[in-house]
């Protein structure tokens, strides 16, 4: 989880992620960062994200992109 | 070509797995893409990649999905312009997006433009005290479109609908200085989130410029924000208002768009 934190504040250090409890309906994580996510994503868990899984759910909180890594054989 | 989102995602899929030259420049949900599809997007399907065109007023406004360069410039040749610019953006972080659009760049683009990100937590400037700021009303959508019509590059500038001005009108996300009745200058701060606005436009009429009027809408639009606002813009790279923005406080948060053109046929 702390990887997901870290890469989080990488790309929007702007943001307080803990106040929010829907990243991308609050507006942390537009289409753009979603793009930097998945990226960062795949290159750090070395995982391929099924482009069906890139819905605005599954990037809401930090449990749900672990699942998405965990669904997409990552280890979290 | 008919094809519905989810064949087209399930293909690009397929083209990914396993394959490390994989080339895409979009990152669309199944919702996103469904949309598209019904506003009318076209699709181009080749055995190894797939393209998306959305037909905007002067340009084709192009997605893809390919297996490689090689399959990325044989589906290009394909494509039927009439007349239009094929414009392509390649947005991400430095430098896996450098790589992309150089690798576009070598199926046939050039870099038309380059813009990066800003952000800024709660922005403030001095608001001169000899201008006002009212908030646009409605009747004046056109007015305001032929604005920016004839102030920005409609080939990355993403000019509003109407009806999309009419909203941000509704909203009072429009400012605008208003000098002897006509309209001098406007910004339209878009309200993304509750803790988020995009500057989408600053502009002020070139027959205006001198008097303070960019100031005072950026100090009425910054004025509307909590502490914990944080907002936002993308600016050209050949743009000297960046360094405007970062004397008020905006830092480049690393993303950026390259804004790739096809070559030839326009």
Known sequence: MKRICDLLQELRPEFDYRESKDFARDGYLDSFDLISLVTMLEENYGILIDALDIVPSSFASVETIAEVVRKNGGKV | ?266
């Open chain 2, 1 to 266: 070509m008919s094809m519905s989102a989810e064949e087209l995602l399930t293909n690009a899929g397929s083209l990914r797995r396993g394959n490390p030259v994989y080339m895409s420049n979009v990152l669309l949900t199944k919702p996103q893409l469904e949309t598209k599809l019904s506003e009318g997007a076209k699709v181009l399907q080749t055995d190894d990649a797939a393209l998306l065109f959305e037909d905007e007023e002067c340009l084709l406004r192009l997605s893809f999905w390919a297996r490689d360069e090689a399959s990325l410039g044989e589906a290009l040749r394909r494509i039927k312009r009439h007349g239009k610019a094929v414009i392509t953006d390649v947005v991400g972080r430095d430098p896996s997006a450098e790589e992309l659009a150089d690798a576009v760049a070598r199926c046939g683009f050039a870099l038309y433009s380059k813009f990066v990100r800003m952000t800024c937590r709660h922005p403030k400037i001095a608001a001169p005290t000899d201008v006002t700021v009212c908030r646009a009303k409605p009747g004046e959508e056109h007015a305001i479109i032929e604005m920016l019509q004839g102030e920005f590059d409609p080939l990355f500038s993403h000019i509003p609908r109407e009806s999309e001005i009419a909203d941000a009108v509704r909203e009072g996300e429009i400012g605008v200085v208003r000098d002897d009745r006509k309209m001098a200058g406007l910004a339209y701060f878009e309200r993304t989130s509750e803790v988020c606005r995009v500057l989408r436009y600053l502009l002020v009429d070139t027959a205006y410029r001198g008097r303070h009027y960019g100031a005072a809408l950026l100090a009425d639009g910054f004025g509307t924000m909590s502490p914990k606002t944080i907002c936002t813009l993308w600016i050209g790279t050949y743009n000297r208002t960046q360094t405007l923005y970062e004397r008020i406080g905006f830092q480049r948060d690393g993303t950026v768009d390259y804004i790739m053109k096809l070559k030839g046929g326009h």
